[in-house]
C-alpha cells in the first residue's frame, strides 16, 4: 500500500455563501477515487454532489466486486447504474469529473474525466494526466451561457464528463506507468489546481513537495491565501471566490 494522506475543503456557492462540499472521495484497498461534482446548469436539477456522492459510492462497489475490470467499463457500469436507479437522462441531469488511481504490485493506472488531474512523479519526471477540453472550451470563450454547457457537454465537439450516458467513460484520459518507476501520485480537484494552472502559485513538483513537507493542507491553504487577496475575483477572473478543494498524496517510495 502507498502512503496516503488527503485533504479536503468546502468552498462557497456561486452567491458567495458557504455550502456542504460537492467533492468527493473513497479510499479503496487498491485504489482511490476522487469525484467533484458540477453545479447543475438548472434549477430544477438535483445538485452535482449528490450526483458525486452517487457515483463514487456506486463506482467503489464497482471496483470492489470486480477489481481487475478496466477502469472504464467500471466507470460505464456504475453511470449506467446511477441512471437507472434514480431515473436520470443524458443532457438532463447533474454530472461530475471522475478521477481514478490503480495500482497493483506491477502497475499504476489513471482515468481522468474532466478537470480533476492526476499528477505522477518518477524517474522520468513529471506526468499530468489532464482532460484540458473543458478549459479549452471555456478559453475559446465557447462556454458562456449555460446552453453553451448543454449542447457541448457529452458530445464530440465539445467536453466529458459522468452523467447519464456511459459512453463518457469511453472518452475519458487515460495512463499507466510501471509501478517500480513511480514515487508518488497527486490527485486533485479544479480548486487545487487551478494554483498551479491559472493563478501561477507553485508548479506540479513544488506542490508535491509542499504536499509531502507540510502535509496536503498547505497547498489548500496557499491557494485559499491567494483567492483572500483577490476577492473581487479581478486578478483572477472566476465564478466562485473560493472552489470546493481536494488534494490526495498517494507515496509509493516510501
Do not use: C
Not at 162 to 173: F, I
Not at 232 to 245: E, F, I, L, N
Amino acid at each position: 500500500m502507498p502512503e496516503i494522506s488527503t485533504a479536503e475543503r468546502a468552498g462557497v456557492g456561486s452567491d458567495g455563501h458557504p455550502r456542504p462540499t460537492e467533492d468527493h472521495i473513497a479510499l479503496l484497498p487498491q485504489a482511490i477515487l476522487v469525484l467533484d461534482g458540477a453545479t447543475s446548469p438548472s434549477p430544477d436539477l438535483p445538485p452535482g454532489g449528490w450526483y458525486a456522492h452517487l457515483l463514487r459510492d456506486q463506482l467503489a462497489h464497482e471496483l470492489t466486486t470486480h477489481p481487475h475490470q478496466p477502469l472504464t467499463t467500471a466507470l460505464a457500469t456504475a453511470i449506467t447504474a446511477v441512471a437507472k436507479t434514480n431515473d436520470l437522462n443524458p443532457g438532463h441531469s447533474p454530472s461530475s469529473t471522475v478521477s481514478i488511481l490503480r495500482w497493483t504490485d506491477r502497475e499504476i493506472e489513471a482515468l481522468v474525466l474532466a478537470d480533476s488531474p492526476i499528477v505522477a512523479f518518477g524517474h522520468s519526471g513529471t506526468d499530468v494526466v489532464a482532460d484540458d477540453r473543458l478549459i479549452s472550451l471555456r478559453n475559446n470563450g465557447l462556454l458562456q451561457t449555460s446552453a453553451d454547457v448543454r449542447r457541448r457537454r457529452n458530445a464530440e465537439d465539445g467536453f466529458w464528463v459522468a452523467e447519464a450516458d456511459p459512453a463518457a467513460a469511453h472518452k475519458a484520459v487515460r495512463r499507466s506507468w510501471p509501478r517500480k518507476d513511480i514515487d508518488a501520485v497527486l490527485i486533485a480537484t479544479d480548486g487545487v489546481a487551478i494554483g498551479v494552472d491559472e493563478y501561477g502559485l507553485f508548479k506540479w513538483p513544488e506542490v508535491l513537495q509542499i504536499a509531502k513537507n507540510k502535509g496536503p493542507e498547505a497547498v489548500l491553504d496557499a491557494v485559499r491565501a491567494a483567492e483572500n487577496d483577490d476577492p473581487h475575483a479581478v486578478r483572477w477572473p472566476r465564478a466562485k471566490r473560493h472552489d470546493d478543494q481536494v488534494l490526495v498524496l498517494a507515496d509509493f517510495a516510501g
